[in-house]
């Protein structure tokens, strides 16, 4: 039997997904989840053998969950997500989940990957695959990469200076490329595309 | 419910159809039941090969940002280049007058004034200048207060200077250069370009009767120079306003052609949708009524609901995927990062030339197999490596096996079949290797094949 926690803030779609697999013999879904912090709290509790996660939930998102599960019990995490935004699918490789599919996908199909899952394999969905190859590449350097990511709350030029060891002035020069490279005016426009965009 | 559909000037029209109780229970339900499904049938065939293979042509290409930003550049040295133009002519002026003057009989101090005193004027077009700079995005009427200090400094020298030497036309000059810079509408600007031409030629009549230049010194050039000064400068500003016609021009062009993109995309999406919710509608609202008399007809129309579900879903990712197509090197560079975040040691060599390389044949291979090694992963090394070999692209991918990798399940094999279809088609070669402990896949494709995408 294997041991299944599902969480998904959309209720509808939770409950809809959890009857369909009480329907296959050797999937039980022992928790029902509508946020992240719910399922990491559920999950620690009950120790399933596989988390099913939607990525868009409120406080932590799919990959977060399965991030900080992987740190502390051995569960495998499969994300599902609607629409899988640039970069997402190399951050939740990145934080070992197992698999990654769709919403589209069928009852029938999710369960067939919870069982290869479940078995030690990895499973990403070729359609997320495919959408996940042909993401825009960052024009930015990695050392313009990090730049953003260290004021991406809005730190005064001096405070990223500190935090990775530059003269202000090397710093303002990175940032007068990156507001080129991107045709933005402001760093925080450029963070935004950055976010939107899965680069940082 | 009588569903008409418009798609590139042809329009299928259903006929109503009622459902009658009466004739149904007589006739039997399944006849006209697969009747309409026939139809639904028809038209969503007719209606996807109206949609999708009317809109196959290529998109655009996007002019990178890299050239924007050169070009963008390039449109401001421009700028700089017509005002150190402008100000070189003034400068040049001053020097001649201050020349003369110099050699005819004046103290020092004249000289030194009319040499500041130029130099300041010459500072005090800049501000004329720098406004000439936006004119086109200036708003009506005059700026009064940025207009007041340039025209004081061109009156105020003009009289100072022309009251020391005592020609009119070093008087009049500098105001006549401040108004000419002025952002006149096109037509005025002629007029007054030539009224101020006649004006300094007069003067310069008027100032070799009455007043005498020292020996030697050529009296004709500062006249003629300040004579040819307004048209000389306004030809500068006139090479800046072309330019930055044609560089607005090329700005509202790509806006056109993004906005045409973007109708384009937003036709495609309704059709599509608009489409398949139609026969979905229309197979649940059939399923609905045939449930209670015949279930088994009604969970036929039921499965096919869910086929066509399916099909819309498949026909929008078409779509957006026909939308969003990125080089080959990038998406090379993108299956070497997500292998690497799947804890995957990758070795990439991507040929630098790799955007010439056919991508449509490669691309799916490339998607095809870096999914494959994802996939059927727990491997521990990955190799990907895109080379040039005479007359052909050479694309090789080598995993390390693992224990049920690809084949042994069936799903890696029907993947690959797709692949080695399209390959064929663009006359390439696909081999898959599998060996012990590694998988390979090599596929060559000739570099001349026609893109189809």
Same mark, same amino acid.
């Given at each position: 039997?294997?041991?299944?926690?599902?969480?998904?803030?959309?209720?509808?779609?939770?409950?809809?997904?959890?009857?369909?697999?009480?329907?296959?013999? /050797?999937?039980?879904?022992?928790?029902?989840?509508?946020?992240?912090?719910?399922?990491?709290?559920?999950?620690?509790? !009950?120790?399933? /053998?596989?988390?099913?996660? /939607?990525?868009?939930?409120?406080?932590? /998102?799919?990959?977060?969950?399965?991030?900080?599960?992987? &740190?502390?019990?051995?569960?495998?995490?499969?994300?599902?997500?609607?629409?899988?935004?640039?970069?997402?699918?190399? &951050?939740?490789?990145?934080?070992?989940?197992a698999g990654f599919l769709p919403k589209s996908r069928g009852a029938d199909e999710v369960a067939a990957v919870i069982r290869r899952v479940a078995a030690g394999a990895r499973y990403v969905d070729p359609e997320i695959a495919a959408d996940a190859l042909s993401d825009e590449r960052s024009p930015l350097t990695d050392r313009e990469l990090d730049v953003l990511r260290a004021g991406r709350r809005g730190e005064t030029t001096g405070q990223i200076a500190r935090a990775l060891a530059l003269?202000?002035?090397?710093?303002?020069?990175?940032?007068?490329?990156?507001?080129?490279?991107?045709?933005?005016?402001?760093?925080?426009?450029?963070? !935004?595309?950055?976010?939107? &965009?899965?680069?940082? | 419910?009588?569903?008409?559909?418009?798609?590139?000037?042809?329009?299928?029209? %259903?006929?109503?159809?009622?459902?009658?109780?009466?004739?149904?229970?007589?006739?039997?339900?399944?006849?006209?039941?697969?009747?309409?499904?026939?139809?639904?049938?028809?038209?969503?065939?007719?209606?996807?090969?109206?949609?999708?293979?009317?809109?196959?042509? =290529?998109?655009?290409?996007?002019?990178?940002?890299?050239?924007?930003?050169?070009?963008?550049?390039?449109?401001?040295?421009?700028?700089?280049?017509?005002?150190?133009?402008?100000?070189?002519?003034?400068?040049?002026?001053?020097?001649?007058?201050?020349?003369?003057?110099?050699?005819?009989?004046?103290?020092?101090?004249?000289?030194?004034?009319?040499?500041?005193?130029?130099?300041?004027?010459? +500072?005090?077009?800049?501000?004329?200048?720098?406004? *000439?700079?936006?004119?086109?995005?200036?708003?009506?009427?005059?700026?009064?207060?940025?207009?007041?200090? =340039?025209?004081?400094?061109?009156?105020?020298?003009?009289?100072?200077?022309?009251?020391?030497?005592?020609?009119?036309?070093?008087?009049?000059?500098?105001?006549?250069?401040?108004?000419?810079?002025?952002?006149? =509408?096109?037509?005025?600007?002629?007029?007054?370009?030539?009224?101020?031409?006649?004006?300094?030629?007069?003067?310069?009549?008027?100032?070799?009767?009455? *007043?005498?230049?020292?020996?030697?010194?050529?009296?004709?050039?500062?006249?003629?120079?300040?004579?040819?000064?307004?048209?000389?400068?306004?030809?500068?500003?006139?090479?800046?306003?072309?330019?930055?016609?044609?560089?607005?021009?090329?700005?509202?062009?790509?806006?056109?052609?993004?906005?045409?993109?973007?109708?384009?995309?937003?036709?495609?999406?309704?059709?599509?949708?608009?489409?398949?919710?139609?026969?979905? +509608?229309?197979?649940?609202?059939?399923?609905?009524?045939?449930?209670?008399?015949?279930?088994?007809?009604? %969970?036929?129309?039921?499965?096919?609901?869910?086929?066509?579900?399916?099909?819309?879903?498949?026909?929008?990712?078409?779509?957006?995927?026909?939308?969003?197509?990125?080089?080959?090197?990038?998406?090379?560079?993108?299956?070497?990062?997500?292998?690497? +975040?799947?804890?995957?040691?990758?070795?990439?060599?991507?040929?630098?030339?790799?955007?010439?390389?056919?991508?449509?044949?490669?691309?799916?291979?490339?998607?095809?197999?870096?999914?494959?090694?994802?996939?059927?992963?727990?491997?521990?090394?990955?190799?990907?490596?895109?080379?040039?070999?005479?007359?052909?692209?050479? *694309?090789?991918?080598?995993?390390?096996?693992?224990?049920?990798?690809?084949?042994?399940?069936?799903?890696?094999?029907?993947?690959?079949?797709?692949?080695?279809?399209?390959?064929?088609?663009?006359?390439?070669?696909?081999?898959?290797?599998?060996?012990?402990?590694?998988?390979?896949?090599?596929?060559?494709?000739?570099?001349?094949?026609?893109?189809?995408?």
């Open positions: 039997m294997i041991r299944v926690l599902l969480a998904d803030d959309e209720g509808m779609i939770r409950s809809a997904l959890a009857a369909l697999l009480r329907l296959e013999d /050797d999937i039980e879904v022992v928790a029902e989840c509508a946020d992240g912090e719910q399922a990491v709290a559920e999950a620690l509790r !009950l120790q399933p /053998d596989v988390c099913l996660l /939607d990525l868009e939930m409120p406080g932590l /998102d799919g990959v977060q969950v399965a991030e900080r599960l992987n &740190r502390a019990i051995a569960t495998r995490c499969v994300v599902v997500t609607r629409h899988a935004r640039p970069g997402v699918l190399r &951050r939740a490789l990145a934080s070992g989940v003269a202000p002035g090397t710093v303002r020069n990175h940032i007068s490329v990156i507001l080129g490279k991107l045709s933005v005016g402001t760093r925080q426009q450029a963070v !935004l595309i950055a976010e939107e &965009r899965g680069w940082i | 419910m009588l569903p008409v559909i418009v798609a590139n000037g042809v329009s299928v029209a %259903m006929t109503p159809f009622h459902w009658s109780p009466a004739e149904s229970g007589s006739a039997g339900t399944s006849p006209l039941s697969e009747r309409i499904a026939r139809r639904i049938r028809d038209m969503c065939h007719a209606r996807i090969v109206l949609s999708v293979s009317s809109r196959t042509e =290529p998109l655009a290409p996007a002019p990178s940002s890299a050239a924007a930003i050169s070009l963008t550049r390039g449109v401001a040295a421009t700028w700089w280049y017509t005002l150190t133009a402008v100000v070189f002519i003034e400068v040049a002026l001053i020097g001649a007058w201050t020349g003369i003057v110099a050699a005819t009989d004046f103290s020092g101090a004249v000289v030194l004034t009319i040499a500041v005193g130029g130099l300041l004027w010459c +500072a005090s077009t800049l501000l004329l200048l720098f406004d *000439y700079r936006h004119r086109f995005d200036a708003g009506p009427g005059v700026p009064w207060k940025r207009l007041i200090v =340039p025209f004081i400094v061109a009156v105020a020298f003009g009289a100072v200077g022309g009251w020391l030497t005592g020609s009119w036309q070093l008087a009049v000059m500098p105001l006549a250069q401040s108004v000419v810079l002025l952002n006149w =509408p096109r037509g005025v600007r002629f007029r007054v370009v030539v009224a101020a031409t006649l004006l300094l030629v007069v003067l310069a009549f008027l100032d070799s009767a009455t *007043y005498s230049l020292g020996a030697g010194v050529p009296a004709w050039l500062p006249g003629a120079y300040a004579a040819l000064l307004p048209s000389m400068t306004v030809s500068s500003l006139w090479f800046w306003d072309v330019l930055v016609t044609l560089d607005r021009a090329r700005a509202s062009e790509s806006r056109l052609a993004a906005t045409q993109e973007r109708l384009r995309v937003a036709t495609d999406v309704h059709d599509l949708q608009g489409h398949h919710l139609q026969v979905i +509608a229309l197979q649940l609202e059939l399923a609905e009524r045939l449930l209670p008399r015949d279930p088994d007809a009604g %969970m036929e129309q039921l499965r096919a609901a869910r086929v066509s579900v399916d099909e819309a879903r498949q026909g929008t990712r078409d779509l957006a995927t026909r939308y969003r197509s990125v080089p080959l090197s990038d998406e090379l560079a993108n299956a070497r990062d997500l292998l690497r +975040a799947a804890g995957l040691d990758v070795e990439a060599v991507i040929d630098p030339g790799a955007g010439s390389a056919p991508g449509s044949a490669l691309g799916p291979v490339i998607r095809e197999t870096t999914t494959n090694v994802l996939r059927h992963g727990g491997g521990r090394r990955a190799r990907l490596v895109l080379t040039r070999i005479p007359d052909a692209w050479r *694309y090789e991918i080598t995993n390390d096996m693992v224990a049920g990798g690809v084949g042994s399940d069936g799903s890696g094999g029907s993947g690959l079949d797709g692949v080695r279809r399209r390959i064929e088609e663009a006359r390439g070669t696909l081999d898959v290797r599998a060996e012990q402990s590694e998988f390979a896949v090599v596929v060559t494709v000739p570099s001349k094949v026609e893109e189809t995408r």
